[in-house]
């Protein structure tokens, strides 16, 4: 992985002591498979206590919190100081320029192969059946911000379900979109679950009360909308830290007739834990016995695309004229 020095910086101990620990946080979890963006990095410090002291901070209620040494208010400092000192370790050499990503960015291009046999070997790798279709469910993940994605893809990729990244309320265009696509499962006589992800604030909260509406109305009969994360229940399983829940959000007054002042972010559970959650709520929608049959079936059609793969000089030379 590549730490690249552009320039110098002259960083005191505490902030060398941050940085050591930022790369032991990213070393553990690339070498689970996943990558972090900034968001999810300051979680695990916080969760953790791992800023160095003077950086720490105390929620003491009714939306107060303890100072940060520059003398305003701590949470947003801390992240954006981690942010700074990531950004200069990373010019400076010391963290790895692939270890933190943004998903809210991406850049796209046409794919290129050098020779024929090359798009083969990607169909080979890349071939794959829809295992639900046989199954009496359609299945789908949303989940409330973007930054997850690549969460989702390690769940749902392996479960062959649909992911979507709603970015705070789903659009009225997406909503639509999406309804025609279960509208068209419900009347091939599937039953349809949309698990749904969101943070535990006045707005996350709503938003999965929003998506079952909006479904319902547009698919013409109710949708069943699973709320898998996060709940008070996980809350205070995985004690992610808190933060104080927005007093200008519309849905405050409500929020916090029911939960307090508090407010949780999906981002502060690992990784892991996301997967697993996904995981559980998926498969409990599955056939099994029809699931196997499914991998059965598609093993046998990648093996297919093996002999293919191995034998296209021969195909090419008989398309040629060059074997009879």
Sequence with gaps: MPKIKYRDVNFSADKLELIERANRVIAKYQAEGFSLTLRQLYYVFVANDLFPDGWKYEHLGSNKWTRSPNGTKNAPPNYSALGDIVSDARMAGLIDWLA?????????????????SEIIGVAKRSYAIDKWKTQPCHVEVWVEKEALEDVLERACTPLDVRYFACKGYTSQSAMWEASQRLLAKAQAGKQVHVVHLGDHDPSGIDMSRDIFERLSLFVGTKVHVLRVALNMVQVRHYNPPPNPAKVTDSRFAEYQKKFGDE?????ALEPRVLVDIVTRAVTQYRDQTLWDAAVEEERRGRKTLDAVHERFPEIVKFLKGERK
């Design 100 to 116: 933190i990503v943004d998903r809210s960015r991406s850049s796209y291009a046409n794919q290129h192969f050098a020779k024929p």
């Design 263 to 267: 407010s949780w972010e999906l981002d």
